[in-house]
């Protein structure tokens, strides 16, 4: 079997369509994205001849846009959260709309998540890609930023994920992918399920979940590999309400 990419509309946002993307490699797994959101829609891989889902996902478009917590999505141009919604960029300093109390979280009300982006592909290729632009106008960083992301599905089932920016202006630009995976299917909880961190440190947050700056070297209980690269169990339960 060769590869290839399919298109099916998923809905519409505000007055254009949305497609889901579904890039198929020889060993019949599935990567799958959405033009909204860049989203991540899922990656279904064969488990005894028979389709296993590794990522969460809803089932319409309407879930994704009414759910708060980004699941699948791009977001940015910052991930995360910027204190007291400030920064300070060659010398200036700009402020911008609060989202999350007093701070700005994934770039805020107009960032990535909020766009439906254009997409271009090869019906025989591996990669589906992905471009919008984000207005300073609109969300108050400096310069106009045209953000692509490069989706592909290798025949070694990898997928890989990269961020391409161009900015009229010298701006921050820092998205991340907002997937929530689940090894063992969407009802099952991820409680004994393992994440390992290609990465020797971490960034620490502050109570409040800002970055503060400081890179940090966990214990050597938290690293079970001899390049010292992180692995994180899950222990308990989630709470909905605190996930961001």
């Known amino acids: 079997m060769r590869r290839t990419i399919s298109a099916v509309p998923f809905g519409v946002y505000q007055g254009e369509s949305v497609y889901l993307y579904t890039i198929e490699n020889i060993h019949h797994s599935k990567l799958k994205v959405l033009s909204y959101a860049a989203t991540w829609y899922d990656f279904e891989v064969q488990v005894d001849r028979q389709p296993h889902s590794l990522v969460l996902h809803f089932d319409n478009l309407a879930d994704y846009i009414e ?8 977001v940015g141009r910052v ?7 400030t920064f300070s960029l060659n ?15 994934h770039g805020g009300d107009h960032g990535l998540q909020t766009h439906n982006f254009r997409a271009r592909f090869d019906p025989d290729g591996d990669t589906v890609t992905l471009t919008t632009t984000l207005a300073s106008a609109d969300d108050g960083f400096p310069g106009d930023l045209t953000v692509t992301i490069s989706y592909t599905l290798t025949a070694d089932d990898e997928v890989q994920i990269s961020y391409y920016g161009v900015t009229t202006a010298d701006t921050l630009f820092n998205p991340t992918c907002h997937v929530y995976f689940n090894l063992d299917g969407q009802a099952a909880l991820i409680n004994p399920q393992q994440l390992r961190i290609n990465s020797t440190k971490l960034v620490h947050t502050n109570h409040e979940k800002v970055p503060t700056g400081v890179f940090y070297v966990p214990s050597p209980a938290s690293s079970t590999s001899r390049h010292q690269r992180m692995t994180f169990v899950s222990s ?9």
């Open 91 to 105: 010398g200036q300093t700009y402020h911008l709309p609060p989202n999350n109390g007093r701070h700005l979280l």
């Open 67 to 74: 759910t708060p917590y980004q699941v699948g999505k791009t």
């Open 236 to 244: 308990q339960r989630f709470n909905r309400s605190s996930i961001d």
């Open 79 to 85: 991930a995360g959260r910027i204190g007291n919604a």
